[in-house]
């Protein structure tokens, strides 16, 4: 590459590429100081971890994330249980005591009648 318009457009690259890898780096070093990372996983990705979101018993077990598709509408319901709920419940929450009804009732441990 030529210069163009008193550019130095190789120069400017080195540049640019340098400051970005020193990016990376501060951040690499800074997540491994604080041990937080900014990492973003899909949840098959994830390995199991200790929870507090196990609505039918009190011990911790480890835990797997489970993503799943839903119509809008159920979304939508779903986001205005939540606004009914103490704060601090999340979405993640009401889908585990969800799928913790359902497979009682799958299992015959609890018996649906048609409201709750």
Do not use: C, F
């Amino acid at each position: 590459m030529g210069s163009k318009n008193n550019w130095n457009a190789d120069a400017m690259k080195g540049t640019l590429i340098s400051d970005m890898e020193n990016e990376v780096l501060d951040g690499i070093r800074k997540t491994a100081t604080d041990g937080q990372g900014g990492e973003k996983h899909q949840p098959s990705a994830i390995s199991p971890q200790t929870s507090d979101i196990s609505p039918q018993t009190s011990e911790k077990e480890p835990t797997k994330g489970v993503q799943t598709y839903i119509p809008i509408s159920q979304y939508m319901r779903l986001s205005n249980q939540k606004l009914t709920r103490p704060k601090g419940t999340t979405l993640a929450i009401l889908a585990a005591e969800a799928i913790a009804l359902w497979l009682d009732v799958q299992e015959g441990k609890v018996k649906v009648s048609a409201t709750i």
